[in-house]
Protein backbone atom coordinates (compact mmCIF):
# COMPACT_ATOMS: atom_id res chain seq x y z
CA UNK A 1 0.00 0.00 0.00
CA UNK A 2 2.66 2.59 0.79
CA UNK A 3 4.66 2.13 -2.45
CA UNK A 4 1.36 2.78 -4.34
CA UNK A 5 0.81 6.03 -2.16
CA UNK A 6 4.21 7.19 -3.21
CA UNK A 7 4.07 6.13 -6.47
CA UNK A 8 0.24 8.17 -6.93
CA UNK A 9 1.96 11.09 -5.03
CA UNK A 10 4.88 11.68 -7.55
CA UNK A 11 3.27 10.86 -10.64
CA UNK A 12 -0.02 12.55 -10.49
CA UNK A 13 1.32 15.32 -8.15
CA UNK A 14 -0.55 18.93 -9.15
CA UNK A 15 1.34 21.20 -7.16
CA UNK A 16 4.79 21.08 -9.33
CA UNK A 17 6.52 19.76 -12.44
CA UNK A 18 9.12 18.78 -10.97
CA UNK A 19 12.83 16.33 -12.54
CA UNK A 20 10.72 13.20 -10.16
CA UNK A 21 7.35 13.91 -12.36
CA UNK A 22 9.08 13.79 -15.79
CA UNK A 23 11.82 10.46 -14.67
CA UNK A 24 8.69 8.87 -13.24
CA UNK A 25 6.56 9.56 -16.66
CA UNK A 26 9.77 8.47 -18.61
CA UNK A 27 10.46 5.05 -16.77
CA UNK A 28 6.29 4.26 -17.43
CA UNK A 29 6.66 5.08 -20.52
CA UNK A 30 9.95 3.41 -21.20
CA UNK A 31 8.40 0.02 -19.41
CA UNK A 32 5.21 0.20 -20.72
CA UNK A 33 5.98 -0.07 -24.83
CA UNK A 34 8.51 -2.89 -24.62
CA UNK A 35 5.19 -4.81 -22.64
CA UNK A 36 2.94 -3.72 -25.15
CA UNK A 37 5.37 -4.33 -28.69
CA UNK A 38 6.04 -7.48 -26.51
CA UNK A 39 1.85 -8.64 -26.32
CA UNK A 40 1.30 -7.63 -29.70
CA UNK A 41 4.21 -9.54 -30.83
CA UNK A 42 3.35 -12.55 -28.99
CA UNK A 43 -0.68 -12.35 -30.15
CA UNK A 44 0.41 -12.25 -34.05
CA UNK A 45 2.63 -15.50 -33.34
CA UNK A 46 -0.11 -17.20 -31.29
CA UNK A 47 -2.60 -16.28 -34.55
CA UNK A 48 0.46 -17.57 -37.00
CA UNK A 49 0.80 -20.91 -34.61
CA UNK A 50 -3.10 -21.74 -35.47
CA UNK A 51 -2.75 -20.84 -38.92
CA UNK A 52 -0.23 -23.36 -39.65
CA UNK A 53 -1.29 -25.73 -37.18
CA UNK A 54 -4.94 -25.59 -39.50
CA UNK A 55 -3.05 -25.60 -42.65
CA UNK A 56 -0.67 -28.98 -42.06
CA UNK A 57 -2.82 -30.71 -39.18
CA UNK A 58 -4.39 -32.52 -42.60
CA UNK A 59 -1.30 -34.04 -43.87
CA UNK A 60 0.20 -35.48 -39.78
CA UNK A 61 -1.96 -38.72 -38.50
CA UNK A 62 -3.45 -38.86 -35.61
CA UNK A 63 -1.42 -42.02 -34.73
CA UNK A 64 1.68 -43.16 -35.80
CA UNK A 65 3.54 -46.38 -35.50
CA UNK A 66 7.41 -46.04 -36.05
CA UNK A 67 9.75 -49.06 -36.01
CA UNK A 68 12.43 -49.34 -32.24
CA UNK A 69 15.79 -49.06 -34.27
CA UNK A 70 16.12 -48.60 -38.30
CA UNK A 71 13.53 -47.18 -40.59
CA UNK A 72 11.36 -49.46 -41.75
CA UNK A 73 9.76 -52.40 -40.47
CA UNK A 74 8.21 -55.57 -41.83
CA UNK A 75 4.16 -55.14 -42.54
CA UNK A 76 3.55 -58.80 -41.75
CA UNK A 77 5.09 -58.21 -38.86
CA UNK A 78 2.38 -55.67 -37.42
CA UNK A 79 -0.96 -56.75 -36.67
CA UNK A 80 -3.36 -54.39 -38.48
CA UNK A 81 -6.11 -56.51 -37.98
CA UNK A 82 -6.00 -55.46 -34.26
CA UNK A 83 -5.22 -51.96 -35.04
CA UNK A 84 -8.02 -51.70 -36.83
CA UNK A 85 -9.96 -53.04 -34.31
CA UNK A 86 -9.24 -50.32 -31.15
CA UNK A 87 -12.33 -48.18 -31.42
CA UNK A 88 -11.96 -44.71 -33.04
CA UNK A 89 -9.76 -45.92 -35.80
CA UNK A 90 -11.55 -45.44 -39.15
CA UNK A 91 -8.78 -46.19 -41.41
CA UNK A 92 -5.15 -47.46 -41.67
CA UNK A 93 -2.14 -46.36 -43.56
CA UNK A 94 1.24 -47.20 -44.21
CA UNK A 95 3.96 -45.01 -45.87
CA UNK A 96 7.48 -44.49 -46.22
CA UNK A 97 9.20 -41.15 -45.22
CA UNK A 98 12.91 -40.16 -46.61
CA UNK A 99 14.83 -36.52 -47.39
CA UNK A 100 16.02 -36.60 -50.58
CA UNK A 101 17.29 -33.87 -53.23
CA UNK A 102 15.20 -32.86 -56.28
CA UNK A 103 16.24 -31.74 -59.15
CA UNK A 104 14.25 -30.71 -62.50
CA UNK A 105 15.70 -28.01 -65.16
CA UNK A 106 18.77 -27.60 -63.57
CA UNK A 107 16.30 -26.18 -59.98
CA UNK A 108 17.87 -28.25 -56.65
CA UNK A 109 15.63 -28.46 -53.70
CA UNK A 110 15.75 -30.65 -50.21
CA UNK A 111 12.29 -32.57 -49.81
CA UNK A 112 10.89 -34.68 -47.76
CA UNK A 113 9.60 -37.97 -50.12
CA UNK A 114 6.70 -39.93 -48.62
CA UNK A 115 5.65 -43.34 -50.54
CA UNK A 116 1.41 -43.93 -49.28
CA UNK A 117 -0.47 -46.93 -50.27
CA UNK A 118 -3.48 -47.03 -51.34
CA UNK A 119 -5.33 -46.26 -48.13
CA UNK A 120 -3.54 -43.24 -47.68
CA UNK A 121 -6.57 -41.03 -49.48
CA UNK A 122 -8.77 -42.96 -46.64
CA UNK A 123 -6.93 -41.57 -43.60
CA UNK A 124 -6.20 -37.96 -45.19
CA UNK A 125 -8.67 -36.02 -46.76
CA UNK A 126 -6.39 -34.63 -49.25
CA UNK A 127 -8.63 -33.73 -52.42
CA UNK A 128 -9.65 -30.41 -51.31
CA UNK A 129 -5.56 -29.16 -50.65
CA UNK A 130 -4.77 -30.48 -54.43
CA UNK A 131 -4.93 -27.41 -56.68
CA UNK A 132 -4.01 -28.33 -59.71
CA UNK A 133 -4.60 -31.57 -60.90
CA UNK A 134 -6.17 -34.47 -58.58
CA UNK A 135 -5.24 -36.38 -56.06
CA UNK A 136 -4.56 -39.97 -56.98
CA UNK A 137 -1.84 -42.93 -55.99
CA UNK A 138 -2.42 -44.36 -58.96
CA UNK A 139 -3.11 -44.30 -62.63
CA UNK A 140 -3.72 -47.43 -64.01
CA UNK A 141 -0.61 -49.53 -62.95
CA UNK A 142 1.84 -46.41 -62.68
CA UNK A 143 2.27 -44.95 -59.60
CA UNK A 144 2.08 -41.23 -59.64
CA UNK A 145 4.04 -38.20 -57.68
CA UNK A 146 1.96 -35.10 -56.54
CA UNK A 147 3.89 -32.17 -55.38
CA UNK A 148 3.24 -29.64 -53.52
CA UNK A 149 2.99 -25.94 -54.45
CA UNK A 150 6.01 -24.40 -53.55
CA UNK A 151 8.06 -27.36 -54.48
CA UNK A 152 7.04 -27.25 -58.01
CA UNK A 153 8.22 -23.55 -57.71
CA UNK A 154 10.89 -23.78 -56.63
CA UNK A 155 11.92 -26.63 -58.70
CA UNK A 156 10.28 -24.58 -62.14
CA UNK A 157 7.33 -27.31 -62.39
CA UNK A 158 4.21 -26.29 -64.34
Do not use: C
Not at 117 to 125: E, I
Amino acid sequence: MLPQLFARRYLFSSQSRSVVNLISGLSVAAVAMPVAAMIILLSVFNGFESLVKSMYSAFDADLTVSPRQGQTFVQRDLDTAALARIPGVGALSFTLEQSALLEHGGRQATATIRGVDDAYGAVFQLGDAVSAGEWRVRLGDLERLVVGQSMAWMLGIR
